[in-house]
């Protein structure tokens, strides 16, 4: 089936630090969602892009639909404590038949250190 | 007020036994979903139900059905539990079936 690679696996950084991940994909994809999990509770959405070249931010916070279709980004500047967690990247495949099928990406895990 | 919530939290429970998991939303939402989370954290879709009508099965084994009594719960019924149905299942929401996912807590499933 497909997939998407999401990397790095996992970061370790200093509190303040920005941090950078992405994920790509080998088909075209509608629609890239960025989500993140805490532990213990399911992921929350914390951005949503629908259009290629479109660039979303949210707070310290900004993903971009590539211009391929085929990979999004997420940045995190001055990352804090509180951005611990395991972010996950979404997309929805271009030939889904309408449906909802979100592929996942395998997940980054971020770890601040203060 | 949680927006989708599922119960229980946590299920431990023999090989062998029959176990459900039940989920409601109150965001008004028309589709409803059952996501699988395995022990690395991989997420992956096994139904979606739209307006109480399913719409995506993803080959999952028939000894899981979902059922869903009205467009604001979807139930997860587990027969005949196996060790590797132990993973965390996640209820999700959207407003329609290509809209974006609102999540549950998750029920973590212990199979021993």
């Known amino acids: 089936g497909q997939q998407l690679n999401q990397s790095p696996q996992s970061m370790f950084i200093q509190e303040g630090e920005d941090v950078s991940m992405n994920c790509t994909s080998s088909s075209i994809f509608n629609t890239w969602l960025w989500y993140k999990q805490d532990p213990g509770e399911g992921p929350v959405l914390l951005i949503a892009l629908y259009k290629a070249g479109e660039l979303t931010s949210n707070g310290r916070l900004t993903a971009q639909f590539g211009i391929t279709r085929k990979d999004s980004f997420l940045n995190i500047s001055a990352s804090i404590p509180s951005d611990v967690g395991i972010y996950f990247c979404a997309g929805q495949p271009m030939f889904s038949g309408g449906y909802n099928k979100l592929i996942f990406g395998a997940g980054t895990r971020l770890a601040v250190h203060p | 007020d949680t927006a989708v919530s599922q119960t229980p939290k946590y299920l431990v429970t023999q090989m062998g036994n029959d176990k459900s998991i039940k989920c409601e939303q109150n965001?008004?939402?028309?589709?409803m979903y059952w996501y699988k989370q395995d022990s690395k954290k991989f997420l992956k879709i096994m139904f979606s139900y739209n307006n109480k009508e399913l719409i995506i099965n993803e080959t999952v084994p028939n000894r899981f059905s979902p059922k869903s009594p009205d467009k604001a719960h979807l139930n997860l019924h587990i027969n005949s539990l196996e060790l590797g149905d132990s993973a965390v299942y996640f209820c999700a929401s959207s407003q329609g079936p290509n809209e974006k996912l609102f999540f549950g807590s998750g029920t973590q499933l212990s199979v021993l």
């Open positions: 965001l008004g939402h028309d589709t």
